[in-house]
C-alpha cells in the first residue's frame, strides 16, 4: 500500500467518524422536532434559528453537568461501559460502501474503509459486542433497575439476533457473497432483467423481519424496554449522568445511522439510485450514489422516530413472544421459500 | 344489581383475529394517523412573542380604580376582604386631610391596600362585594417571582395610573 493509499484512508475513517457524530448530534435535534411535528408543536426553536444550534446548547450542558460515580459502584467497568458502547457503536460503519469509486487524479478512491469479505459477518458481530456496554454499565452500577435494564438489553439482543441472522442467511442465498460491496454492486440501477435489483424486491418478508430486529437491536420504540422509564426509572443508564450518560444516548443514534445504512446497502440498493446509467461521468454517478445513499439513510432514521411517537412499547413477554414464536419460525420460513423459488429461477 | 341507566354495553373479550395478531395492520393505520399530525399546523402559541386573547370575563390581576376626575374610589370599607374566601385581602383605613381632596374621593381611605396573589383564587368576590365600584380584575396574569413577599401586592402596584399622566 502507498502512502497516498494510507493517507487517503485515514481521511476517509475521519470523515466517516466525523460525519457518524455530527449526524448523532443532528439525530437529537430531529428526534425532538420530529416528535414535536408529531405531536402538534414546535420543537426547539429558540437556540438559533429554527434551533439548529440546540444540539450544542444539550451537549455542552452534557460536558459541564456534575459527574457522578456512585460509591458502591465499581468504577472501572462503570466508565468501561458506555466507552464500550459508543466504540462498538462507530465501528460498525467501516464496512459500509458509502458510494462507488472515485478517481481523482489518477487516483482511484474507493469510498469504504475495508471491503472485507465476510462484511455481514463483521456487522453481526459489532452488533452483538454493543450489547456489552449495556450490559457493563448496568451491571457496574449496583443498582437493581440498572441491572433489570441490563438484563433485558441482553436477552433481547439475544432473541432478536437470531431471527436478524436468518433473516441474513435467506439474502445470502439470493446475493451469494457475504462482501457489502458486492450485495451492493449486484443491485446496480433499479431494474434488470425483467425485475427490480435491489434486494428488498426479492426479500420483502426478510427485509420486514430485519428491519423488526433493528429496532429492537438499537434498543428503539417500540422495543424499547431497557431503558423502559415507567418501570425502571432509566433502565441501565439510571446511575450515569454527564457526558458518560451523554455516551449512552450518543451511541443510540450512532447505532440508529449504523443500522440505517446497513438496511439500506442490504435491502435498498445502497448507493445505486435509479436511471443511474444514464449519467455517464463515473465520478458524477458516484457523488450522487453518496447522495442517494444518505438519503436513504436519513429516511431510515426518520422512520425510527416516526414509529418511536406512534407504537407504544410491548410488554416483556410480548416482545418475547414476538421474537422467539414469530420473528424466528418466519425466518426460517423465509429461508426455505427462498431457496424453493432460487432452485426453480436456476432450472 | 339494578342498572342505573340502560346505557348499559355488555363487552365481552374476543379473541384477536390473525390481522389483529400480526400488528402490522395496525401499525399501519397508526402510522397513517401520525403522518397526517406531522403536516399539521402546530397549535403552539409562542407565548413571549405570541400571546393568547384573554375571554371578555377573564379575570386577572386587580385594580384600584379612579373615578372620572382621578380621584381613588375606595373607602377602605373592608366588604372586599370580608368577602374575599381566600383571605387575601388587607387594608389599614385613613381619614382624608385637607388639601387631599383631589387624591381621594371620599373622608376615608385606605392608606395600605395589600393583597397576596399568593393566596388569591381569582374568583371575583372582591368586585362583586364593593360598593364603590373600585376594584376590578381586569389585568393580566400575575407574573412569577422569585420571593414570597414579593406576590403582595400593594398599592403601588394595584392603582390606576394617574389620569393625567
Redesign the interface.
Known amino acids: 500500500m502507498e502512502l497516498a493509499d494510507i493517507i487517503i484512508k485515514f481521511v476517509l475513517v475521519v470523515i466517516i467518524f466525523a460525519i457518524s457524530l455530527l449526524i448523532a448530534l443532528y439525530s437529537t435535534y430531529a428526534e425532538r422536532k420530529?416528535a414535536?411535528?408529531?405531536?402538534?408543536?414546535?420543537g426547539p426553536?429558540r437556540a438559533g434559528p429554527w434551533g439548529i444550534l440546540q444540539p450544542f446548547a444539550d451537549g455542552g450542558k452534557m460536558f459541564l453537568k456534575e459527574e457522578i460515580i456512585p460509591a458502591s459502584a465499581s468504577k472501572f467497568l462503570f466508565i468501561a461501559g458506555p466507552s464500550l458502547s459508543i466504540f462498538t457503536a462507530c465501528i460498525g460503519s467501516a464496512v459500509i460502501p458509502w458510494g462507488q469509486k472515485l478517481v481523482i487524479a489518477g487516483h482511484t478512491i474507493d469510498l469504504q474503509v475495508t471491503d472485507i469479505n465476510v462484511g455481514i459477518l463483521y456487522i453481526l458481530g459489532v452488533v452483538s459486542l454493543g450489547v456489552y456496554g449495556v450490559m457493563i454499565g448496568g451491571w457496574a452500577s449496583n443498582n437493581k433497575y440498572s441491572l433489570l435494564g441490563a438484563i433485558r438489553a441482553a436477552s433481547q439482543n439475544i432473541s432478536y439476533e437470531i431471527s436478524m441472522g436468518l433473516a441474513i442467511i435467506a439474502l445470502l442465498l439470493v446475493t451469494g457473497t457475504l462482501s457489502l460491496r458486492q450485495i451492493a454492486e449486484q443491485q446496480h440501477g433499479f431494474w434488470a432483467h425483467g425485475w427490480f435489483t435491489w434486494n428488498f424486491f426479492k426479500q420483502p418478508l426478510g427485509f420486514l423481519l430485519f428491519i423488526v430486529c433493528a429496532f429492537a437491536e438499537t434498543n428503539r420504540t417500540p422495543f424499547d424496554l431497557p431503558e423502559c422509564e415507567t418501570e425502571l426509572i432509566g433502565g441501565y443508564h439510571t446511575e450515569y449522568s454527564s457526558m458518560k450518560l451523554g455516551f449512552y444516548l450518543f451511541s443510540e443514534y450512532i447505532n440508529m445511522f449504523v443500522s440505517g445504512a446497513v438496511m439500506a446497502t442490504l435491502y435498498f440498493g445502497g448507493y445505486n439510485f435509479p436511471f443511474m446509467d444514464m449519467i455517464h461521468s463515473p465520478n458524477l454517478v458516484a457523488i450522487l450514489g453518496v447522495v442517494a445513499l444518505f438519503a436513504k439513510v436519513f429516511f431510515f432514521i426518520f422512520f425510527f422516530m416516526?414509529?418511536r411517537?406512534?407504537?407504544p412499547r410491548f410488554r416483556y413477554d410480548q416482545l418475547m413472544d414476538l421474537g422467539w414464536k414469530?420473528l424466528i419460525p418466519l425466518a426460517i420460513a423465509n429461508i426455505v421459500i427462498t431457496g424453493i423459488v432460487i432452485t426453480f429461477l436456476n432450472r | 344489581m339494578e342498572a342505573l341507566s340502560n346505557k348499559r354495553k355488555v363487552m365481552e373479550a374476543k379473541p384477536l383475529t390473525f390481522l389483529e395478531r400480526i400488528y402490522l395492520p395496525a401499525i399501519f393505520q397508526g402510522l397513517a394517523i401520525t403522518m397526517r399530525h406531522f403536516f399539521r399546523k402546530p397549535v403552539t402559541i409562542q407565548y413571549p412573542e405570541q400571546t393568547r386573547e384573554y375571554s371578555e370575563n377573564f379575570r386577572g390581576l386587580h385594580s384600584l380604580k379612579r373615578d372620572e376626575n382621578g380621584k381613588e374610589r375606595c373607602t377602605a370599607c373592608g366588604l372586599c376582604a370580608l368577602s374575599c374566601p381566600a383571605e387575601a385581602i388587607t387594608m389599614t383605613a385613613a381619614e382624608r386631610q385637607k388639601g387631599e381632596e383631589h387624591l381621594y374621593r371620599e373622608e376615608k381611605y385606605a392608606a395600605v391596600y395589600e393583597i397576596n396573589m399568593l393566596r388569591c383564587i381569582f374568583c371575583g368576590l372582591c368586585e362583586e362585594a364593593c360598593p364603590k365600584e373600585a376594584i376590578y380584575l381586569d389585568g393580566p396574569h400575575v407574573t412569577s417571582d422569585y420571593l414570597r413577599k414579593d406576590f403582595i401586592y400593594g398599592k403601588d402596584k394595584l392603582v390606576e395610573a394617574p389620569l393625567n399622566q
Open positions: 420530529v414535536a411535528f408529531f405531536q402538534d408543536r414546535l426553536n416516526w414509529v411517537w406512534t407504537i414469530a
